[in-house]
């Protein structure tokens, strides 16, 4: 406590020779600001609409795919500040994400064929919604490499589970949900046999084939359940995203295609490329699948298992009457479902056309059974009048929509002119363009894919930087763009570049409406959402040996892990459970052993494991990695890994400094002089209203941790006192001094809290 006031006289010092010192130079002026750094007012204005003060707020999460690093990209809307990466597909030492057993579960679900994958190429994230808008409970996010969906909880923005898709070799039409969340879709990419198994190219208008998959979600459990989910096979197209209707549309998805051409390449043979091939015909085809008709065809049974997995066949499918195909613009991408469930945009790609589809349209044809032909594969074709209501001109390479909360409002990315594109898609009418950089791929309004889209912001993905940023090399960051959509014309606010893969899509959810924990349950692993079976509590701490398994059961709290030194042999099995006691806001521990790969991140509450094998005799210090308090760096151990058969330690370590009775008595009296500002802290807290603030409860709970504590160390030292064993006592009384200081420290971080928020005297 001492030290503590001494530190802050030595800062009131410091900052009073930096404001003399600052006095030689004059405060810069705004308008000084601006000259200096070549800012206009426009800039300002732009600055204003996106700068965030300390402690401010965002008013929207996006959710960004991480592309190639397999991870979920979090950030605030206005400001761009990055708040998070979700290790999800891939690795993620921070987080422990595959360094702690728990986790490593996790991942091994997302196993191909028994194969550890340790990326992904992660495409398109999709917010969990309740009749039809955002309830920012769950994100889902697909890979497009490794044909396999994430379920991330946003209780605690953690990766729970990982499904691969048993049929497909690839995908990219997913993750998009129905609007109650009861299906998450996933559309397959490049055709293959589905389930895997090997084909001669020669077979493949016969045996390759596209699928989609309805995958059940469990909203209770919060978990996909593959029992309840089932797929439909799709013509060997090559299908690109897919989106679910909505209102008038629910129970239907679309799913678009390109290379409905069917060609097969080789350029090494000196055939044409793909890319010649697959943009031949002047169409693609959507497919419109009636999902609700497909799940009571599932449940009938009406299924074909491949690897275990009921499969509606394409027969099947056209005999139920539960698919149709609707001719697309060439090579086309996006396909998104408007808030109204009314109508289906999809980008031309290569044609410079937004079409426009109409369900009603699409509803009628189907019911009249009014069809243009058939395909290849004998699923009906709907004839292009019969489903479009418009096609609006908008420039080149439109990919992806979205739509604005003003009606009728949608707004396109096109790729070739690096632009949005502004219109009513009712009427057919563009209201405004504005130029990105560079190269845009999707784009993303609040809520945007939701019946109840917010507006004010669009992010513009733009898949090359160019001369954006400070150069780093070769390999640019991405730059998603913030554009202001609250006025007729669209004003670009900020670019901000992203360093960790190429995003694909990005999803927004209102900020009020994430609402996560901030600490777990005493003893939860945090990936089954379950009481660990390893947790336990202070005082319980064990070390069981069993043959050449060693397990740990320990705790961690400010500043010590129990038990701090560990021995086993050579060649054992260790495993380490550790559970944090804190409950306070943000103090999380770190556990790593050297040269063991191994890093847990301890949350408060949490209980998480780490086992390896000790191959190699030696000492090997185990440490916290997190920067916890003032004596962090003293949060260490040992574990002895002794060379097979040597003794067991014997009698007591070496210590350095001895201590005499004179040194108990200064650490006595300096224990007993911070009880007392303890104690006027607690008087402030328990004379105001405290109770009223649920962050300050918890914050007196690990406080009254502490001062237990703290009980017991002071009864060690006097026990040890009375012997007359210094050396014990002093370090006894330390160790009381230790804990006091925590709850100090805790006891002051609620004092300001109630100070600054407006606290009244108890009633
Ligand atoms: S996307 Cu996957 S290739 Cu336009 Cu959704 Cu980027
Ligand atoms: Cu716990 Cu550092």
């Known amino acids: 406590m001492k030290s503590a006031l001494k530190a802050s006289a030595a800062f009131g010092a410091l900052l009073m020779a930096t404001t003399v ?97 340790t990326w992904g190429d992660t495409h ?64 397959s990419q490049y055709p293959a046999p589905l389930g895997g198994e090997y084909v001669p190219l020669e077979q493949f ?35 690109d995203l897919s989106d679910a209707g909505k209102l008038v549309s629910d129970g239907w998805s679309f ?72 001719p697309e613009p060439k090579s086309p991408h996006g396909v998104d479902v408007s808030p109204d469930g009314k109508y289906i945009i999809v980008g031309g790609k290569l044609d410079s056309n937004a079409h426009v589809y109409s369900f009603e349209k699409i509803q009628a044809a189907v019911a009249a059974k009014k069809f243009a032909g058939k395909d290849s594969y004998g699923v009906p074709i709907i004839d292009v009048k019969d489903a479009i209501h418009k096609q609006v001109p908008l420039g080149l390479g439109p990919l992806h929509t ?55 912001y669009l992010v513009a993905m ?62 939860t692993n945090s990936r089954t959402d379950q009481q660990s079976a390893f947790a336990v509590r202070p005082g319980g701490e064990k070390v069981v040996k069993n043959g050449n398994k060693v397990e740990v059961f320990g705790t961690a709290i400010r500043s010590h ?8 042999e050579e060649g054992d099995e260790v495993t380490f459970h550790i559970t944090n006691m804190e409950r306070a806001q943000d103090e999380v521990h770190g556990f790593a052993v050297s040269g063991m790969d191994v890093n847990l991140s301890l949350e408060p509450g949490k209980t998480a494991s780490a086992s390896f094998k000790a191959a190699k005799a030696g000492v090997y210090p185990f440490y916290c990695t997190e920067f916890c308090s003032a004596l962090h760096l003293e949060m260490e151990g040992y574990l002895m890994v002794k060379p097979k058969g040597a003794q067991q330690m014997a009698g007591k370590a070496e210590e350095g400094v001895k201590y005499v009775k004179a040194d108990f008595d200064k650490q006595y009296k300096s224990c007993i002089d911070t009880q007392a500002v303890i104690d006027q802290v607690v008087a402030y807290i328990t004379s105001t209203n405290f109770k009223d603030f649920p962050s300050v409860v918890a914050l007196v709970e690990d406080a009254t941790d502490q001062l237990n504590f703290a009980k017991d160390a002071r009864a060690k030292a006097d026990e040890a006192a009375k012997k007359e064993d210094w050396q014990q006592a002093t370090l006894w009384a330390g160790q009381w001094w230790q804990y006091q200081v925590k709850a100090a420290d805790i006891g002051l971080r609620a004092k300001t809290y109630l100070e600054q928020n407006g606290a009244k005297p108890a009633k």
């Open 205 to 239: 208008n016969d045996k390759y084939r596209g699928a989609v998959t309805y995958w059940k979600f469990d909203k209770s459990k919060g978990r996909i359940d593959p029992s309840q989910s089932f797929s439909v096979e799709l013509p060997p197209y090559t299908q």
């Open 255 to 326: 799913t678009n295609s390109l290379c409905s051409e069917r060609y097969v390449g080789g350029i090494e043979k000196g055939r044409p490329p793909y890319e010649a091939g697959c943009s031949a015909n002047d169409h693609d085809y959507l497919h419109v699948v009636n999902w609700k008709k497909a799940e009571e065809v599932f449940k009938a049974g009406k299924v074909t298992k491949i690897k275990d997995h009921p499969v509606i066949t394409l027969k099947t499918a056209i005999e139920e009457g539960l698919l149709v195909l609707v």
């Open 21 to 117: 010192a600052g006095g030689a130079y004059a405060a810069e002026s705004l308008q000084d600001v601006m000259k200096r750094r070549g800012l206009n007012e426009k800039d300002l204005l732009a600055a204003a609409k996106t700068y965030t003060p300390t402690g401010g707020r965002d008013e929207f999460i996006a959710f960004s795919s991480g592309g190639q690093s397999g991870q979920v990209i979090v950030y605030g809307i206005p400001s761009m500040r990055i708040l998070k990466y979700i290790g999800v597909f891939t690795p993620e030492p921070w987080q422990g994400y595959g360094y702690d057993d728990e986790s490593k579960a996790v991942l091994a679900q997302g196993n191909v064929d028994g194969k550890q994958i």
């Open 462 to 523: 733009n898949k090359l930087a160019i001369d954006r940023f400070n150069p780093v090399g070769p390999l640019h960051p991405q730059n998603h763009q913030l554009i202001d959509i609250s006025g007729d014309k669209m004003e670009l606010l900020y670019d901000m570049p992203l360093p960790l893969g190429e995003p694909h899509y990005v999803m927004a959810i209102a900020a009020d409406k994430v609402k996560p924990a901030i600490r777990y349950k005493f003893g």
């Open 402 to 456: 979205q739509y604005d909360s003003k009606p009728c409002v949608a707004y396109t990315s096109l790729y070739v002119d690096s632009q949005v594109a502004k219109y009513d898609y009712c009427e057919g009418k563009v209201l405004d363009k504005i130029s990105v950089h560079y190269n845009i791929g999707h784009l993303m309004t609040m809520e945007g894919d939701t019946t109840k889209p917010k507006g004010k």
């Open 561 to 568: 892990f129990t038990p701090e030194i560990v021995e086993v």
């Open 124 to 187: 398109h994230p999709a917010a969990s919604e309740t009749n039809g808008e955002s309830d920012g409970k769950f994100v889902f996010i697909n890979d497009k490499n490794n044909p396999r969906i994430a379920v991330i909880d946003l209780h605690d923005f953690e990766t729970k589970q990982i499904v691969v898709n048993p049929i497909m070799q690839s995908e990219h039409g997913g993750a998009f949900v129905t609007p109650n969340t009861d299906y998450v879709i996933e559309a």
